[in-house]
């Protein structure tokens, strides 16, 4: 049963405006989050994280909000420009030895 | 510093046949992964090690071996390729910390 979820496959913004990309987790002793992103043909790349002690984490144009009580993360991306198309998984450790990823959101921004 | 690398980056395998694909990093990482990913499906764990000369079964391991001999190696196995093991194979290192560091994939057809 997949732990982690990205409900939405793809998401298309436009050049200059705001991404909302989401993430849902089941299991409440998850205690740390990641967002990697992938271009087609390489390796994923990390990109932001948060614990669970934070509830916001800001890193340039993007910023990870957590909702603990809800079991939802968002991956914001301000302002959206067309080198940010590209896959993003969410991801949460398992035990502390590996990473349970989501299915992946494809964003496109289109000038 | 060349970070994970992977080879080969591609290969076509009949059904029956034998491979081994090679990771390597250079980053004295303890941890190391393999991952396969599929269309829709996100990136699932095969097997992973905790460090040189240990390996454990992640969430897919059916039709894999692995092994790890030299902390800077992992190598996984095919013994006999079948069409389901047609995927995007990478693997990924890490520290103590949760952050993997990805190679840039090899792309595997089983014909």
């Known amino acids: 049963d997949q732990q982690v979820k990205q409900n939405s496959p793809s998401l298309s913004v436009q050049e200059g405006r705001i991404s909302i990309l989401n993430c849902d987790y089941t299991n409440s002793m998850f205690d740390y989050f990641l967002w990697y992103k992938k271009y087609p043909a390489e390796g994923p790349t990390f990109l932001i994280s948060?614990?669970?002690?934070?509830d916001k984490n800001e890193d340039g144009r993007f910023t990870v909000f957590l909702n603990k009580s809800a079991k939802h993360l968002s991956l914001h991306i301000v302002p959206s420009q067309p080198g940010d198309s590209a896959v993003y998984f969410c991801?949460?450790?398992?035990?502390?030895?590996?990473?349970?990823f989501g299915k992946g959101t494809s964003l496109l921004v289109t000038p | 510093n060349a970070g994970v690398t992977q080879t080969p980056k591609f290969r076509v395998l009949k059904t029956g046949q034998s491979m081994t694909l090679l990771c390597a990093q250079d980053?004295?990482?303890?941890?190391m992964y393999w991952y396969r990913q599929d269309p829709g499906m996100g990136l699932r764990l095969i097997h992973y090690s905790v460090g040189e000369g240990t390996t454990a079964k992640g969430e897919v391991p059916d039709g894999y071996n692995v092994s790890r001999l030299k902390k800077q190696n992992f190598l996984l196995g095919l013994e006999s390729a079948a069409p389901s093991q047609t995927s995007v194979y990478f693997c990924?290192?890490?520290?103590?910390?949760?952050?993997?560091?990805f190679g840039p994939g090899t792309r595997l057809t089983v014909t």
């Open positions: 980053m004295n990482h303890e941890y």
């Open positions: 990924a290192s890490r520290t103590r910390l949760y952050e993997q560091y």
């Open positions: 991801a949460a450790p398992n035990s502390g030895y590996a990473l349970n």
């Open positions: 948060i614990s669970s002690i934070k």
